[in-house]
């Protein structure tokens, strides 16, 4: 900190005093004081003032060399906010306490995208790993004759981990993909059975629907989160029967697998749960079910998770009244 801005500063207070002391001048020299007593305490009064403005510019100084050398010197600039000296006046403590806001803000702020770094790279790395078990069924499909129905449904298994991924990638800017328009989900639901049918008939199961309404939302949204029911059916209930119905505003998914153990469901749209089934089948990445439960915020569906163990798990998903038609 420089004299001159230090000055500045002090504009005010100096104005102050100097005004003070011609005033009381004044008065003391109509009152008749003698001339060396009113300059005496004119003088004692300017140099009190004066080292009263060197003490606090000494102060002050101090404190703003130790502001410097300390940004200079940490790495994480955000931390500052946690070794700035102890405030010494009410405007202090006022910018003291905004600092401290804002270096918490930050902190957490730096903490959840080193966090969200991590897991998407974890995740990457269990994809990539995933992926190689359709990829190297294809391989062997081809170097065995090549059965077009294994080699289609390997190759399915294949395109819809990599549109999970890229759902993935997606998810931290929804809105540069979304898309409202007016359709009828039922439109939605038989397309996507359509597409996943060569998992559905290598798995052997059975595919039931009924109802219909328009809904205006992102299609390609319930287009994934339909799928992805879908595909976990085919995946985790071999040889189940599924229902899917439609019917004001509210999609109904069931199937009559082998269900989520009740102490889970509230943990399956976690972010890299994979809960019990996932981990007797070895290769889950615990993603579907958490980039649906994400797609459905930011659609306006209400999700709800109905399940018993061996007998039904149950997808409830609920237009809110902004999207019905």
Known sequence: MKLKDYISYKKLPIAVCVFALTVIGFVLFASGVKTDTLCFVLCFSAVLFVLCLAAGFISGKRRVDFIERSIAQLDKKYLLGEILPKPGSELERAYYSAMRVMSYSVVEEAERAKREKQEYREYVEAWIHEIKTPLTACSLILE??????????????????????????????????????????????????????????????????????????????????????????????????????????????????????????????????????????????????????????????????????????????????????
Request: aromatic fraction near 6%.
């Open 144 to 325: 065995n004759g090549g059965d077009r129905a294994k080699l289609r449904r390997e190759l399915k298994r294949a395109d819809n981990m990599t549109e999970t991924i890229l759902y993935y990638a997606r998810l931290s800017e929804p809105e540069k993909d979304r898309l409202i328009r007016t359709f009828d989900v039922s439109d939605i639901i038989e397309a996507e059975i359509k597409n996943q049918m060569p998992l559905l008939i290598a798995c052997k199961a059975s595919v039931e629907t009924s109802g219909s309404f328009m809904v205006s939302s992102d299609d390609k949204a319930l287009s994934f989160i339909i799928s992805q029911l879908l595909i976990n059916s085919a995946k985790y209930c071999s040889g189940c029967h599924i229902n899917i119905s439609a019917q004001a505003g509210v999609i109904t998914y069931e199937d009559d697998g082998i269900g989520i153990p009740s102490h889970e469901l509230q943990r399956v749209t976690e972010r890299g749960f994979t809960g019990t089934n996932g981990r007797n089948l070895g290769n889950s990445t615990g993603m579907g079910l958490y980039i649906v439960a994400s797609l459905c915020r930011e659609s306006g569906i209400t999700l709800k998770i109905e399940s018993e163990q061996q007998k039904y798990t149950r997808f409830i998903l609920e237009f809110d009244s902004l999207t019905k038609v």
